[in-house]
């Protein structure tokens, strides 16, 4: 009797996760293939040009995909100007004063729309551009998942909270990425991507003037005579993430790691005694390993928390809703 009752309980529970299931679709990396077949070419060209005229662009349109997805998830909410109705995400603590290539968004979403209008979201046009500038600085490649929609609103407050902090200690970092299903790996594999790109003064600071065990002294020295000791002065004076080779997307960061030569306290941490050591060796032993859990985890990224089906919007401006 008892049996007979939880078996119709685990038939309901089943048949509603279906009918759920079945009413936001899968991405898919053939989403645009009839409805907008010049997507790739479209964004690629508008990425490689923005990327001829400042290198550093492809890192900061990496970021971009970053800072949206980890907030609510891939929705484009990241893009959405301030409203009389809500604060956005760009002035949030994590993003103000720092993300940058919102402009070439524009670019890219108006040739997109030129070629298929009111199709593309702006969430999908970050995917494909954050793997297009990846390719482009000499990274790996991958098929892009698509199908996200856009956000109608956005919320300052859970960029605040929800963006991991240059501050953090290792298990902060790990405990931010696995609040959105990230693993350990994930999380060393994608912070490789501070294998382009700049940072400021204000982000690394502390860490130069402060963390005498962990950093090392010629190093720390150099990064001094651009990053002044009392803040105020020099705040947003930059410095490579990789400095080797910060405009080429390769191993080299983590290299730098095991040098102590990480520029930022939470680079650091992923090669300080703990348990993100192993991993750092590993991709320094073997670079293709760090390109495929690179993808792995871009992939896995992109597939957080999805607006699909009839949920959001397909915005035509990717800075307001329709
Ligand atoms: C692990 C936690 C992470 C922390 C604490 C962190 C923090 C930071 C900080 C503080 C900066 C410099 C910002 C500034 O000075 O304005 C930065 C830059 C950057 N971050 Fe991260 N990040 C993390 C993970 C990631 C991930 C997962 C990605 C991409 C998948 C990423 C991509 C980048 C890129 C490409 C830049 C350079 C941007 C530019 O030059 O415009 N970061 N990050
Ligand atoms: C987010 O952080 C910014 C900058 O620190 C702060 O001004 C703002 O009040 C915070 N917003 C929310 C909603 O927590
Ligand atoms: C270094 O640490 C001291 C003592 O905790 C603190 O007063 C100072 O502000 C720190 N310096 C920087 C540059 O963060």
């Known amino acids: 009797m008892a049996s007979s009752k939880n078996n119709t309980m685990v038939f309901l529970f089943l048949l509603v996760t279906l009918l759920i299931g079945s009413s936001s679709a899968q991405l898919s990396t053939s989403f645009y293939s009839k409805s907008c077949p010049k997507l790739y070419q479209t964004v690629k060209s508008t990425v490689q040009s923005a990327i001829k005229k ?61 070629a298929c209008p009111g199709v593309v979201s702006c969430a999908d046009i970050l995917a494909v551009t954050a793997r297009d500038s990846v390719v482009i600085l000499g990274g790996p490649n991958w098929n892009v998942k698509l199908g996200r929609r856009d956000a109608r609103t956005a919320s300052q407050g859970a960029a605040n909270s929800s963006i991991p902090a240059p501050t953090f200690n290792l298990n902060r970092l790990i405990s931010s990425f696995s609040a959105v299903g990230l693993s350990t790996k994930d999380m060393v594999a994608l912070s490789g991507s501070h294998t382009i790109g700049q940072a400021r003064c204000t982000t690394f600071r502390a860490r130069i003037y402060n963390e005498t065990n962990s950093i090392d002294s010629s190093f720390a020295r150099t990064r001094q ?48 005694g703990g348990s993100a050591d ?25 597939d957080i928390r999805p607006l ?4 959001g919007e397909i915005r035509k401006n990717c800075r307001r809703r329709n």
């Open 54 to 114: 400042e290198t550093r662009m492809g890192a900061s349109l990496l970021r971009l995909f970053f800072h949206d997805c980890f907030v609510n998830g891939c929705d484009g909410s990241l893009l959405l100007d301030d409203t009389s109705s809500f604060t956005g995400e760009k002035r949030a603590a994590p993003n103000v004063n720092s993300v940058r290539g919102f402009e070439v968004i524009d670019n890219i979403k108006s040739a997109v729309e030129k």
């Open 225 to 272: 005579n651009s990053c002044p000791r009392n803040s105020g002065s020099g705040d947003n004076n930059l410095a490579p993430l990789d400095l080797q080779t910060p405009s080429k997307f390769d191993n080299n960061y983590f290299k730098n790691l095991v040098n102590k030569k990480g520029l930022l306290h939470s680079d650091q941490q992923l090669f300080n």
């Open 278 to 302: 192993s991993i750092v060796r590993s991709y320094i032993n073997n670079p293709s390993s760090f390109n495929s859990d690179f993808v792995t985890a871009m992939i896995k990224m992109g």
């Open 308 to 311: 699909t089906g009839s949920n």
